[in-house]
């Protein structure tokens, strides 16, 4: 988790220029963001100064201890001169090491095991629907074809892509000037890197070209009918029966099939908008999957209700056109930018899995502390203020909430361009009540309030719904139904992108459907799904009871154990370089093509080039705070001190 915004000497593109604020800019600031943002230019008094730069570089000698004492104390015992005392302290320091680290690569664990797949040599042959060809759908169709499945996917739309191709005519799906939180090579299929060593994320036009690049690349258009819509999956005996409507002709055609794979995504059914005075509001109300571009909102009062990262993102384009611009949010947000100021690389080349190995409260806690220590110490800029306390009203730590990757509507703050309010409570006749009282005008509503995963088309046998995705064994197989129907890109991390997490999805289903994998008894399913939820509570309080946010690396080690695709330790033991840059370089699909199930010559090449962009000082304090706490983490139930991963 990077920590750029809390950071000494941080700059980013919200981080100049003069604030814009009105004469009374306290005045309708609920969250006291701009109050923030104007006490960076305060001198602080020089003993908060002092103290705050004492701590900071304790915390940097703890961190760091672990490795002076690692190099100080061989010699000394090699020298002769140490006493017995010493000798004794060394000797427990170096098994501490040794434990650590063989806790830290998985060589030892009490971690339980509820998800140890069973071979089954035998391939099966079996056919395959695949609904939807965005980019989770294009990954099952492949994985599929790579183990000689024979599999048909079906399409509404001229081509791939899913909600990137955009289309002003259709609801949901991209708008103009939309472009991707999660940078290319981190987004990128593990076996099919970008063509271009930039960092810049690419916009929807591009990602769909890359998608485009990739079906080609894999032959996979000849497997996929698009302009056809299914309108039915239903049971039949063992199998399914899909009914399909060519868009261009109208006729419907039935197709029958053993497996299904619904890859609809996340984003097609908007969450209800039910509100006191709705009905009678005069305004506008629309959702955010209504929005294509700024043209209808000019010279308009627009509220915008959420601060996720569409939100962040039509808000900011919106502070340019609009009369006014208010969002409305419930509590604060951790919100990072997508280029990380510090090294001028996207953000998350820098979600490492040495930082992400510290259990939660120790990376919460150093935030936290670094985040008090920069504003003490008067290195906050108005831009890395207005950030921080986004944060600080969250009421949670960075770690246990999903985060807005785009951080550009700030820049609309500081320039006196866009308010934040409070949550929206009722409307009125002209405009929006919010829960602190708080009145405003508004001639356009936009909610950005997220979505709901709904599959009108699918009945299930015995006439039973659909389970949220929550409710499912990891987010993909309804227990009700078994292997034979999975829900692929329906778990989202809170901090890593969507199509490396469905990529993996793809691989155990495709392992799964041939045989060539069985997945443990029914039984352990509900287990596990009644443990994830305990604890996805636990790791996200601020979160819906249901929701399909997963954390991302844990999740992904999860899908790679049952693989047989994660990362050997003791063959990374043997390349030291690759182990580095597998502890320390940004984590993407590729991570699971270096070992096992298929293994890929170009993931070695993807790793070593995403050598990570972080401050090793910053990184090697982490690494030598959780040396310090980790064998709490070895004390069963004691969840809090336990680690989030281990780094292989």
Not at 67 to 84: H, K, Q
């Amino acid at each position: 988790m990077n920590t750029a915004g809390f950071e000494e000497q941080s700059l980013s593109s919200v981080d100049h220029g003069e604030l814009a604020f009105s004469e009374d800019p306290v005045k309708g600031d609920p969250f006291a963001i701009k109050e923030a943002a104007m006490s960076t230019g305060k001198n602080r008094h020089w003993t908060q100064s002092m103290a705050a730069r004492f701590i900071n570089s304790l915390l940097t000698v703890v961190g760091l201890l672990p490795f002076a004492l690692l190099a100080i104390l061989p010699a000394l015992v090699v020298s002769g001169n140490s006493t017995s005392l010493i000798n004794l302290l060394a000797s427990v320091f170096f098994v501490w090491v040794i434990a650590f680290l063989a806790y830290q690569l998985r060589l030892i664990s009490k971690k339980p095991h509820l998800m140890r797949p069973v071979e089954d040599r035998k391939p099966k042959s079996g056919t395959v629907v695949v609904i939807g060809a965005g980019p989770v759908g294009l990954a099952v169709v492949k994985e599929c074809r790579e183990l000689g499945i024979k599999v048909t996917c079906f399409e509404s739309k001229p081509g791939v892509g899913g909600v990137y191709r955009y289309d002003e005519n259709k609801p949901s799906g991209v708008w103009k000037s939309a472009r991707l939180t999660s940078s290319p090579w981190v987004t990128a299929f593990s076996d099919f890197p970008p063509s271009s060593p930039s960092s810049i994320h690419h916009n929807h036009e591009q990602y769909v070209d890359y998608l485009e690049d990739y079906a080609d690349h894999f032959d996979l258009s000849s497997s996929i009918r698009f302009g056809c819509q299914v309108e039915k999956v239903e049971p039949l005996g063992c199998g399914w029966r899909v009914s399909v409507r060519d868009l261009g002709t109208g006729s419907v055609e039935v197709v029958d099939c053993d497996n299904i794979s619904i890859c609809t995504g996340t984003h097609q059914t908007p969450k209800p908008i039910s509100l006191p005075g709705l009905e009678g509001f005069k305004g506008d109300v629309r959702h955010v999957s209504q929005y294509k571009g700024p043209e209808d909102f000019k010279d308009k009062k627009v509220v915008i209700a959420g601060l996720g990262e569409s939100g962040a993102d039509i808000a900011y384009e919106l502070s340019k056109f609009s009369k006014k611009v208010t969002v409305s949010v419930k509590r604060g947000k951790f919100v990072i930018p997508r280029i990380n100021p510090l090294t001028g690389k996207a953000n998350d080349y820098d979600t490492n899995r040495i930082r992400n190995a510290a259990p939660i409260f120790l990376k919460n806690g150093f935030m936290s502390v670094k985040r008090r220590l920069c504003q003490y110490m008067g290195n906050h800029t108005p831009g890395s203020a207005v950030r921080a306390k986004l944060l600080q009203v969250s009421n949670t730590g960075p770690n246990t909430q999903t985060a807005t990757k785009s951080d550009d509507f700030i820049k609309a703050i500081l320039e006196g361009k866009l308010d934040i309010e409070r949550d929206i409570v009722r409307f009125d006749e002209n405009g929006v009540i919010f829960s602190d009282g708080r009145r405003e005008s508004a001639d356009i509503v936009l909610f950005a309030h997220g979505y709901v995963p709904a599959f009108p088309f699918l009945e299930l046998p015995g006439g039973k719904s659909a389970k949220h995705p929550s409710e499912m064994y990891l987010n993909m197989f309804d227990p009700d139904v078994g292997s034979r129907l999975a829900f692929c890109g329906f778990a989202r991390p809170a901090l890593g992108a969507i199509p490396p997490v469905g990529e993996l999805q793809a691989r155990l289903f495709a392992r799964v459907v041939s045989g060539r994998l069985m997945l443990p008894a029914i039984e352990e399913w509900k287990q596990h799904i009644e443990c994830e939820r305990r604890q996805n509570r636990e790791r996200f309080p601020g979160s819906p009871e249901k929701n399909v946010v997963v954390s991302w690396i844990p999740y992904m080690d999860k899908l790679a154990t049952l693989i047989g695709c994660r990362p050997d330790p003791w063959r990374l033991l043997a390349s030291p370089v690759l182990l580095w840059r597998v502890l320390t370089g940004a984590v993407n699909g590729a991570h699971y093509r270096l070992h096992g199930v298929g293994s890929k010559p170009v993931a070695k090449d993807t790793v070593c080039y995403l050598k990570g962009e972080h401050d090793l000082r910053e990184v090697l304090t982490m690494l030598g705070l959780h040396f310090w706490v980790w064998p709490l983490g070895l004390v069963q139930g004691n969840r809090r001190f336990q680690s989030d991963i281990s780094n292989i």
